[in-house]
């Protein structure tokens, strides 16, 4: 029996570039519920832009403004701790079976866009600022390099 593939690894790839560098690129994911398209960040930024947005905000946000200031701190340390265990690997030998076992939980499990629209019947809402998106990676049915303009 052969193991189906819960996300298209091909993406993940970019997904995983993305949360260890400042590389973004635009995107456009087919997912189980319709089209999205912007630019693809890592979770990082994506927090911040969120907090970005509730700084602009007029009303009282701080309850969610402590929740993205407390999920940026979880994702830069996992970051740091994924990045430190990866670099321990180079110089240790280490089964191919482990290493894959331990490349699994690193594996990213969301993919994070900036600028996001959706495509509707009448075209891409919001037809003004755009907001930050975020997504798992396993609903993504497919995906192309570039932005849906409109």
Do not use: C
Not at 14 to 42: D, K, M, N, Q
Not at 53 to 81: I, P, S
Not at 110 to 130: E, F, K, N, T
Not at 131 to 149: F, H, M, N, Y
């Amino acid at each position: 029996m052969t193991k189906s593939l819960q996300y298209d690894t091909a993406l993940a790839a970019f997904v995983s570039i993305t949360e260890a560098s400042s590389f973004e690129v635009s995107i456009t994911l087919t997912t189980t519920g319709g089209v999205v398209t912007g630019r693809l960040v890592s979770g990082t930024k994506w927090a911040e832009l969120n907090i970005e947005l509730l700084k602009e905000a007029n009303g009282d946000v701080a309850g969610l403004n402590q929740f993205y200031d407390f999920y940026l701190k979880k994702l830069t340390g996992e970051a740091e701790e994924i990045k430190t265990i990866h670099s321990s690997l180079d110089s240790v030998k280490v089964p191919d079976d482990y290493r894959e076992a331990i490349a699994s939980v690193s594996r990213p499990a969301y993919i994070h866009l900036q600028d996001a629209r959706i495509l509707g019947p009448s075209g891409l809402v919001p037809s003004g600022p755009a907001a930050p998106w975020r997504g798992r990676l396993a609903e993504v049915v497919g995906w192309s390099l570039g932005e849906i303009q409109g």
